[in-house]
């Protein structure tokens, strides 16, 4: 086994089938040759600040020809269901990957192949993000979920290809905060379902459940399909409000200039 000494971030790893073979190429050469992988971390690019964000190990395995690579692929009675490989690899990660993050919250995923684990990672860190974006609010403004609103929509030019996430203190029009919720792969919308929360597998069903999760108990969903717009300035996604208008997200003026750190 060779593992790169990085926990990347998705803006750090590379992003085409040719440079990712490229890796796997160097990275197998380690592993087979025993060889201890080195790696310039002057040249890694700088990571975009977010409050949750996936970070991969990676790495290459060799294993002899046409045999198992994981417990779960083996046969009986070595084999291992893989919720149970999933559990023991929690358990015994949980404090190497602690010390390397302290005071971090994270959920570990088993081991996978590159880009299945790279879409599969995007799709996981969605609700995390929401309930991260509604602990930083809480902290940063000293107010509690039940004091904060959520507005979900629909963004897309015909269909819709991801919702977005409004928040605002109760009461308040203003949007102070916003989170972008991706949809991915045969993740589909139909335009009169958008704000549809009756299927318990769509994705707009869970947006809800992870908002009523987080503590928030006031939220509202538009039914119309919203352009997906940016700001002009900064590059930000626009967010809506309760009453339909799209504007920018911004943390009131009062707002501490010294805010906690969050990971």
């Known amino acids: 086994i060779a593992l790169l000494p990085w926990l990347y971030s998705i803006d750090q790893m590379p992003h085409s089938h040719c440079q990712t073979r490229l890796l796997l190429e160097k990275l197998a050469g380690a592993a087979v040759n025993g060889q201890e992988i080195k790696l310039e971390l002057r ?56 010390k390397i993050m302290p005071g971090c919250e994270f959920e570990l995923t088993l081991p996978e192949a590159y880009f299945t684990n790279c879409r599969e990672a995007d799709r996981k860190i969605r609700p995390l993000s929401i309930l991260a974006a509604v602990n930083y609010l809480e902290a940063t403004l000293n107010v509690e979920a ?31 905060y916003g989170v972008v919720w991706p949809l991915y792969d045969r993740e589909s919308v139909p335009n009169d379902g958008i ?21 928030i108990d006031d939220q509202f969903r538009h039914a119309e399909l919203f352009n997906p717009e940016m700001c002009e300035d900064c590059g930000a996604p626009m967010f809506v409000d309760r009453a339909g208008e799209i504007v920018h997200a911004e943390m009131p003026e009062d707002t501490p200039d010294q805010q906690p750190l969050f990971h």
Request: proline content about 6%.
């Open 195 to 215: 704000n549809d929360i009756s299927m318990d597998d769509s994705p707009i069903r869970e947006i809800y459940d992870t908002i009523k999760a987080s503590g």
């Open 146 to 176: 039940a004091g904060i609103s959520a507005i979900v929509a629909g963004f897309g030019e015909e269909q819709c290809d991801e919702y977005r996430i409004s928040f605002a203190l109760k009461g308040s029009k203003e949007i102070i």
């Open 43 to 98: 040249d890694m690019p700088e990571t975009i600040p977010v409050l949750a964000d996936p970070r991969y190990i990676v790495g290459a395995i060799a294993t002899p020809y046409q045999t198992p690579i994981f417990r779960w692929q083996e046969d009986a009675p070595r084999r291992q269901e893989r919720s149970i490989c999933l559990q023991n690899w929690q358990l015994g990660m949980q404090e190497t990957i602690a």
